[in-house]
């Protein structure tokens, strides 16, 4: 009887595998969503990232600036986003309460009342607290900017 039931167990665990994973990648990509969207309008909604950022939040700066949560939100204050758009994510699972994702974010909006827009290749590391998702580090790199200051 055990080796009529293995089978059927194994499937049904790598079907569970496999949703889970599908609810991660699609976990996750709402959420790097949703701090994207706190940057769109004109003005970034502050609130609303402090909320997404986990606490002791790093963001690695494409310009090479380490900030801290505050650092990130002053930063902020002097830019706008009129759009963007996040290609080619790739989810990986670290542990059952962490997870990074890495994309391409394209971008256009204001900085200090000038035009700017760009390409980032950008990275963040969710971690699950209290059963929220909370974004941990970040970090982007240039691919191609064109930010006039």
């Not at 002053?74 to 986003?81: D, I, K, V």
């Not at 590391?125 to 240039?142: D, M, N, R, S, Y």
């Amino acid at each position: 009887m055990k080796l009529k039931l293995a089978p059927a167990t194994l499937v049904f665990l790598s079907a569970y595998s496999v949703v889970q994973a599908q609810d991660l990648n699609k976990d996750t990509l709402a959420n790097e969503t949703k701090v994207w969207d706190t940057f769109v309008g004109t003005r970034p909604n502050i609130e609303a990232f402090r909320r997404l950022a986990a606490p002791g939040y790093l963001c690695i700066e494409a310009t090479g600036v380490l900030m801290t949560t505050e650092e990130n939100v002053a930063q902020l204050q002097g830019m706008t986003f009129s759009s963007y758009k996040i290609q080619d994510p790739q989810v990986r699972k670290i542990s059952s309460k962490s997870a990074l994702i890495v994309a391409r974010v394209k971008f256009e909006g204001t900085l200090d009342n000038h035009p700017m827009s760009g390409e980032a290749l950008t990275s963040t590391v969710w971690v699950k607290e209290g059963g929220k998702w909370l974004a941990q580090l970040h970090t982007e790199t240039f691919k191609k900017a064109d930010i006039h200051q």
